[in-house]
């Protein structure tokens, strides 16, 4: 993007947003839930199709002028259904964002107090997955299924005998930090056998369902959720997939339940992103996030880490800091920051340590993918990471809660000076100066 007129009328977020635009170049983005939208799909989103105002559906608004939006509307539900394959299902394109499209499902099929059941949280669940702060934990009941405590990973049987314990009305899958394949099948049986209606966030993993290299819940599943800018590519938005019975609560869910006008500029983006997902070139981007997370699990291995579940099936892993000191997630956070090279804190499963002050790190390739790096990087990356976590994982967080942050920022003010994380530093902004990021035109 050119930004020529932005520069002249408001130099002071044009320089933001190149210093923010050199910052994810000279950086490593490894937070697995970002990524890069083409050009594409980001001149669309910043199309003249930001004025309109549609409220309501294709071929029913309560504005007019809408003759184009509705093809572009009805363009992007038949491109979705195609490219997940999702015959004999509805999909509504228009949901903000995931927390919003998650919510809209437990208003349009459940009251107020029903059981749901999902992953536990600090074993990979999402907020809007019935954390007690978020408005489903503080309006449904959740009912949580643990990963297993050995292995860290699903165990189908658990689910089934909570199930068949609770009955609840939604069983819910999908996850936010969990770092291994789903068997959307078996999860469908089990609500099936309890009258539940199945329910799967897929928003990390949407990706690489489409291009192939993860099972899909299509056909099994009632209801689809997914965020549309994580390995998928499109704008931050998301779309929600559900069986032709569940059509009429759910889109009355979305609009007028939730949500007014439509944001159809960022609907249009999503037509783009998903037309360019079903492209060969977009398997062979999947495929290699695999080969790229499997290959950066192993170097994070090799020098001595340890991560849930041991290793991974899809685009994320887990450092499990434990072993130095529980609660450093967020001096490593931090350390690695200082490097250039953006992860984010994470529970692990079991974690003595609240969400703001964890043990974990939670990292993935896709982004880097999208600048075309690959095994060899994902070899170098990991090496880089490791020097970090060993050196910062080791320190305590104080026990006194009203002392935490203050430590924080006492760590954070010497970090720049830090010898280690320069000479990282300077070695992450080599080897990442050498891979174009799509979408950034910075100035010569
Ligand atoms: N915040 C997203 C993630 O990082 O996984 C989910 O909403």
């Known amino acids: 993007m050119k930004y020529e007129a932005l520069k002249k009328e408001d130099p002071e977020i044009y320089g933001l947003i190149q210093k923010e635009a050199r910052r994810q170049k000279e950086g490593l983005e490894m937070i697995p839930s970002e990524n890069y939208a083409s050009s594409a799909v980001l001149e669309a989103m910043g199309s003249i199709l930001n004025v309109k105002y549609a409220e309501g559906y294709p071929g029913k608004r309560y504005y007019g002028g809408n003759i184009y939006i509705d093809e ?40 107020p107090g029903d059981t749901i059941m999902s992953l536990k949280l600090d074993h990979g669940g999402h907020l809007t997955h019935g954390s007690p702060t978020n408005f489903s934990g503080k309006n449904y009941n959740f009912v949580f299924y643990p990963v297993d405590p050995k292995l860290e990973t699903l165990d189908y049987d658990v689910i ?40 799967a966030d897929i928003s990390h993993i949407s990706g690489l369902i489409v291009g192939g290299v993860h099972s899909s819940p299509f056909p099994y ?65 999947v495929a290699q996030i695999l080969k790229n997370a499997t290959t950066l699990a192993k170097s994070l291995q090799g020098q001595g880490l340890k991560l849930v579940t041991d290793g991974t099936d899809n685009h994320l892993m887990l450092i499990d800091l434990r072993p130095f000191a529980a609660g450093s997630g967020i001096f490593v956070e931090k350390a690695l920051e200082e490097a250039e090279i953006s992860v984010n804190k994470t529970t692990v499963p079991n974690d003595p340590m609240p969400p703001y002050y964890p043990s974990g790190i939670r990292l993935g390739p896709p982004a880097l993918t999208s600048r075309g790096m690959k095994e060899q990087e994902m070899e170098q990356a990991g090496k ?16 006194e809660k009203e002392k935490r942050a203050a430590s924080v920022k006492e760590f954070s003010a010497k970090l720049a000076d830090n010898s280690l994380i320069k000479e990282v530093k300077s070695q992450v902004i080599e080897l990442a100066s050498k891979f174009p990021v799509p979408g950034i035109d910075l100035p010569h």
Request: charged content about 25%; proline content about 5%; glycine content about 6%.
């Open 72 to 111: 572009i509307e009805r363009l992007c539900q038949k491109r979705a259904l195609k490219a997940f394959g999702a015959e004999g299902y509805h999909v509504n394109v228009q949901p903000l964002s995931g927390s919003p499209a998650n919510l809209a499902v437990y208003f349009a099929l459940l009251t």
């Open 160 to 199: 089934e005998k909570l199930a068949a314990e609770h009955k609840p009305k939604i069983i819910l899958s999908g996850y936010t930090a969990y770092p291994r394949s789903i068997d959307f099948e078996r999860i469908a049986k089990i609500a099936k056998q309890v009258g539940a209606i199945s329910m």
């Open 384 to 399: 880089l990471i490791a020097r970090i976590v060993k050196e910062f994982a080791k320190i305590k967080l104080p026990e």
């Open 221 to 285: 599943t009632d209801v689809v959720m997914t965020t549309t800018h994580k390995t998928l590519r499109g704008p931050r938005a998301a779309m929600l997939f559900c069986r032709e019975e569940f059509k009429d609560q759910i889109d009355k869910a979305v609009f007028p339940g939730m949500q007014g006008g439509p944001h159809e500029h960022t609907i249009a983006g999503i037509a783009v992103a998903l037309r360019e997902a079903m492209t060969d070139g977009f398997k062979e981007y």
